[in-house]
């Protein structure tokens, strides 16, 4: 989890109308923040399931939560195997889904999980440490097209072509290592005037690669859709994204399960299959307060939806 402001992470916690006895799913443990937040709203009764590919992070969360006991069940697996990993506990529904997608701070700050482009460190950004593909991996062995292909579509690069040509043509002398050999070339790769406006050079090239190592959107899109059906009537689903392509998937999504499909002409009655699953609560996103990004700018991105079943 970001280090969100303490208004956010309670706009997304008390955005889901905990029961106190009610069962919940925090999707992205990370810091273990949310959990502790949510866990303090529930009583004896209420369960919370937390889920984390990151082993550390599970670690971590472990000792900082140790005082609720089994009021809390951690799941190391990724939350695109949520229906999955529930169902092998014998939960079949929930009161509410919190997901608080992107890099966690911790991952950020630790060096050696190659996520940052500010420290140099091995070419990996896997937040499995268990998976085999990491960024090194995808650097210095998929094809040009395929670099351009998830530079333009993951990181929105303008400049996709000329940073997988001038990648195209290190490689063939050397490998690239580490996320500092990265950055030098991803530098080279950009015109002078466009790396000097518009944030670091590497970012968008360092969040697509990290997106396409941990295959983050189409995971996103598989368990947004299995909260939605796990979720009881009167659930809700929190979801903060931090960037567009993240945002667009839970809009649409949130959207297309709130409207009903186009109906046969002379239908006396609504069938069941042609009602709305969802209500959206948030008819625009909610977004930190600049008095909160004083604060912590890691969240300058930050976007809040939610959703309840009907």
């Known amino acids: 989890m970001f280090q969100h402001t303490t208004v956010l992470l309670k706009e997304a916690v008390d955005g889901l109308n905990i029961r106190p006895d009610g069962i919940y799913v925090d999707c992205t443990l990370g810091g273990g923040g949310h959990s502790e937040y949510l866990l303090s709203r529930l009583s004896a009764r209420g369960k919370l399931f937390a889920f984390d590919q990151d082993e550390a992070a599970i670690m971590h969360a472990r000792e900082r939560l140790a005082r609720y006991g089994r009021q809390v069940q951690f799941v190391h697996r990724n939350f695109r195997f949520l229906q999955e990993e529930l169902s092998a506990l014998g939960v ?35 937040m499995d440490r268990k998976q085999r593909l990491t960024a090194a991996e995808i650097v210095n062995r998929w094809p040009y097209e395929e670099l351009v292909r998830i530079f333009f579509r993951y990181g929105e690069e303008k400049f996709s072509k000329q940073v997988a040509r001038k990648i195209e043509e290190v490689r063939r002398t050397r490998p690239i290592k580490t996320t500092g ?35 983050e959107l189409e995971a996103f899109r598989e368990a947004l859709e299995q909260a939605i059906e796990l979720l009881a009537p009167g659930g809700r689903v929190s979801v903060i994204t931090f ?34 699953v969802l209500k959206i609560i948030t008819k625009k996103p909610i977004v930190p307060s600049e008095e909160e990004l004083e604060r912590n700018r890691r969240a300058r991105s930050a976007k809040l939806r939610i959703a309840e079943k009907l």
Do not use: W
């Open 92 to 126: 079949k529904s929930v009161d509410g889904v919190l997901f608080d997608l992107g890099v966690s701070s911790p991952q950020l700050d630790e060096p050696e999980r190659g996520f940052s482009y500010q420290h140099d460190a091995p070419l990996d950004m896997r």
């Open 181 to 215: 050999e990265l950055v030098e070339v991803i530098k080279e790769a950009i015109p002078a005037p466009a790396r000097r406006s518009g944030g670091h050079p590497a970012k968008r090239i360092f969040q697509a690669l990290r997106i396409a190592v941990n295959d």
């Open 243 to 276: 960037h567009s392509l993240e945002d667009r998937i839970c809009k649409e999504t949130f959207k297309k399960a709130s409207e009903s499909p186009p109906l046969p002409p002379g239908l006396p009655v609504l069938p069941d299959d042609y009602r709305p």
